[in-house]
């Protein structure tokens, strides 16, 4: 589907995915042949290459100083809690390409305990509110395919074949899309009735 959509022309300056994807080294390696930036969560089991050597992202996590966390609130609409704090170490990078690579380390500011991995490559100068962002926004989607299984049965396909699965899913992303167009024009259109109505009550 990512190579249909890049052969397209589809606009995406990142591709996000959860752990299901990120563990995969040859997904990560097969985009980075491609110069496709991404951020994808990361078991932290996963190995990333550190000082010239590979190393388990859980033992790196686990030597981090408390004074390379900073808070930063969820961004609005992506039905993360929040706020969070993050932490993101550089490593080995891909020079000739002008690419950067990042571990993102994200813990629960009032549970120390609850820690997220994310594996990050994109251009060099990326600043780390940018990656901090794009790890953010992947819950958008998440959020946006819980609401399409409640509201238009995205989930419950009963087919085997890739065709078959491919038409149900592509009917549903467009209900939802409708459905959620829809709902937006209804909320802008009641705001400004009761703007207008404001405009007309107040005192001149």
Known sequence: MLERAFEAGVPARWVVADSFYGRSHAFRAWLEERERSYAVMVPKTNT???GGRKEKIKQIAGRLPEDVYSEVRAAAGTGER???EWAHVGLLADP???MGRWLLVRRGSD???DLSFYQAYGPEDTP???LVRVCQDRWTVEVAFEAAKGEVGMDHYEVRKWESWHR???LCLLAHAFLVVTCLAARNEEAGGETRK???LSPV
Do not use: A
């Open 48 to 50: 990333v290459s550190l």
């Open 82 to 84: 929040g706020p969070w």
């Open 96 to 98: 000739e390409k002008g």
């Open 111 to 113: 549970d120390p305990d």
């Open 128 to 130: 780390v509110e940018e």
């Open 168 to 170: 149900y899913i592509t």
């Open 198 to 200: 404001k405009r007309i």
